[in-house]
């Protein structure tokens, strides 16, 4: 069975200053790897996603993520952090083959922007 | 394009009510997944249904079911609802195929009381 695990719950980081949240697998094979992120009552906005094309992925607003099979990671990253970045961000993970479309979540990291 | 679309946002139920919410997916989408959100449990998936079938299901009883449309509307359905029920259930459509990602509604936030 897939999982991801996401380090620190939450995360506070200065405007202006590195993001960096990180996640990481748990899967025989790599999966297809995905970050999303959550606003306060608002459904999950996908940020970007992994499909084995390239290690390093560019999202939205200015987040990328890096694959690194050795360390079964998929950490995302932005380089400056905007008071706007602040929001509960998740990585999930879904099977590359078979019937089981479904994606598994980690337990999310809650970003704090502070200015 | 019009997102995926839920109704209602939110809702209070008493304890032993059922409850049925309503999902409509991106046009063109056959895909459509459910799932229950929670400060406990965090993201758990619900269930999946294709083409009016339910590909796949989550750990939940079976108070908890759903269904999909020829139009690939979906809806679910829980009965005798239980306090601990309270969540954001969120709906996710899909295009069935390879890597796509799955995008979600803005989902619907049930209160039981």
């Known amino acids: 069975a897939q999982s991801v695990t996401q380090l620190g719950s939450h995360v506070s980081v200065s405007e202006g200053a590195l993001v960096l949240l990180r996640c990481n697998y748990s899967?025989?094979?790599?999966?297809?790897l995905f970050w999303y992120v959550q606003y306060p009552n608002q459904g999950l906005q996908l940020l970007l996603k992994?499909?084995?094309?390239?290690?390093l992925v560019k999202g939205i607003n200015g987040f990328e993520a890096e694959f690194k099979k050795s360390e079964t990671s998929f950490h995302l990253t932005k380089p400056s952090a905007h008071m706007s970045d602040a929001a509960e961000y998740f990585c999930?993970?879904?099977?590359?083959?078979?019937?089981?479309?479904?994606?598994?979540f980690g337990s999310g990291t809650q970003l704090t922007v502070l200015p | 394009k019009a997102g995926v679309t839920q109704t209602p946002r939110y809702l209070i139920k008493t304890r032993g009510q059922q409850v049925t919410l309503s999902c409509s997916p991106i046009?063109?989408?056959?895909?459509v997944s459910w799932y229950q959100q929670t400060p406990g449990q965090g993201l758990q998936f619900l269930f999946e249904?294709?083409?009016?079938?339910?590909?796949n299901k989550g750990n939940f009883p079976g108070r908890f079911s759903g269904r999909q449309f020829s139009n690939s509307r979906s809806e679910m359905n829980v009965s005798t609802l239980e306090l601990g029920d309270s969540a954001l259930y969120l709906c996710?459509?899909?295009?069935?195929?390879?890597?796509?990602?799955?995008?979600f509604g803005q989902g619907t936030r049930l209160t039981v009381v």
């Open positions: 996710a459509s899909s295009i069935p195929a390879g890597n796509t990602e799955a995008f």
């Open positions: 899967s025989s094979v790599p999966p297809y």
């Open positions: 992994y499909t084995s094309a390239a290690t």
């Open positions: 999930a993970v879904r099977a590359t083959s078979g019937s089981a479309r479904q994606l598994t």
């Open positions: 046009s063109g989408h056959r895909s």
């Open positions: 249904y294709f083409s009016e079938t339910q590909r």
